[in-house]
Nanobody, 120 residues
Framework: QVQLVESGGGSVQAGDSLRLSCATSGRVLSSSIMGWFRQVPGKEREFVGLIRWRGGSQIYADSVKGRFTISKGMSTFYLQMSNLRPEDTAVYYC???????????????WGQGTQVTVAS
């Protein structure tokens, strides 16, 4: 089974940068999709970005486009966040699934989440 563990969250000031990591273990299919999502209390889990595990095309939410970048190492993928804003404050989750989609319901494996707090 696929296991995902996020790390790298913390408290920063507006305008700062932060890199989140998602360490993977188990058998991650090369055809699968790695996604980043975020959630604040009382709100639906929100799509942030995705990348094909094997590399290639990426999709980003309009709210983070130009500021966030997804990349991948051998068994870890990253969310590099720049020019952070208070509205980026959320619990961030990495996820793996079989479909190239922005819908969180299609992802089958999730990390535990890591808190990102951006002060103004």
């Amino acid at each position: 089974q696929v296991q995902l563990v996020e790390s790298g969250g913390g408290s920063v000031q507006a305008g700062d940068s932060l890199r989140l990591s998602c360490a993977t273990s188990g058998r991650v299919l090369s055809s699968s999709i790695m996604g980043w999502f975020r959630q604040v209390p009382g709100k639906e889990r929100e799509f942030v970005g995705l990348i094909r595990w094997r590399g290639g095309s990426q999709i980003y939410a309009d709210s983070v486009k130009g500021r966030f970048t997804i990349s991948k190492g051998m068994s870890t993928f990253y969310l590099q966040m720049s020019n952070l804003r208070p509205e980026d404050t959320a619990v961030y989750y990495c996820a793996n699934g079989p479909q190239y989609t922005t819908s969180h319901s299609a992802y089958t494996h999730w990390g535990q989440g890591t808190q990102v707090t951006v002060a103004s």
